[in-house]
């Protein structure tokens, strides 16, 4: 069945840090990607998305590239804020009527 | 203006009670959503509705039941609460489930406490 892996958190920066969270994941066929993000006390929002190989999404300061070779789809910010602290989710959807798979979430915190 | 909303957003109760929690979506999707967090943040879909119609059913505990009276509403009810139905609830909605390009939108979330 469809997995998606992130890494472990908690994840703390310092302000105008450079951000790398790493998801892979494993799916039949050829997935959607996404990354939704939680802040706290809230539901979860998206944040950004890609459908196929070398695709990159991307959203206020955050991208992430789809790439099939290494079943990856890291999320990365040159340079993270105070209110970027948050749960990110990376997720899959392999279409039709499939659920779509969300890793475990990766909480980050920023201090300044 | 809100897209999904869920009602009560706080839900404190007894073991052994019967609870309801409401979700509205005016964003004219076809495809709604119950999820379970729990305090790890570990999100776990619990049903899905297409048009009214359950299209998925995860592993969860008969005590739950989704009830969908039209495709802009999804309302999970629960019987005889246990301590480890505690987590917060999720409603989301999608355009439709029959694509990979969906998006789902989330609603705030129902914080449940059984004591």
């Known amino acids: 069945g469809d997995s998606v892996t992130q890494m472990e958190g908690p994840v703390t920066l310092s302000e105008e840090a450079f951000l790398t969270i790493n998801c892979t994941y494993t799916?039949?066929?050829?997935?959607?990607l996404f990354w939704y993000v939680q802040y706290p006390g809230e539901g979860l929002q998206l944040l950004l998305k890609a459908t196929k190989a070398d695709d990159k999404g991307s959203n206020k300061g955050f991208e992430a590239t789809y790439r099939k070779e290494t079943t990856s789809f890291h999320l990365e910010k040159g340079s993270v804020q105070v209110s970027d602290s948050a749960v990110y989710f990376c997720a899959l959807h392999s279409g039709g009527y499939q659920k779509v798979t969300f890793g475990t979430g990766t909480k980050l915190q920023v201090i300044p | 203006d809100t897209a999904v909303s869920q009602t009560p957003k706080y839900l404190v109760t007894q073991m052994g009670n019967d609870k309801s929690i409401k979700c509205e979506q005016n964003l004219g999707h076809d495809t709604m959503y119950w999820y379970k967090q729990d305090s790890k943040k570990f999100l776990k879909i619990m049903f899905s509705?297409?048009?009214?119609?359950?299209?998925i059913n995860e592993t969860v505990p008969n005590r739950f039941s989704p009830k969908s009276p039209d495709k802009a509403h999804l309302n999970l009810h629960i019987n005889s609460l246990e301590l480890g139905d505690s987590a917060v609830y999720f409603c989301?909605?999608?355009?439709?489930?029959?694509?990979?390009?969906?998006?789902?939108?989330f609603g705030p979330g129902t914080r449940l406490l059984v004591l």
């Open positions: 509705y297409n048009n009214k119609e359950l299209i």
């Open positions: 989301a909605s999608s355009l439709r489930s029959g694509g990979a390009l969906e998006t789902q939108y």
């Open positions: 799916a039949t066929g050829y997935p959607s």
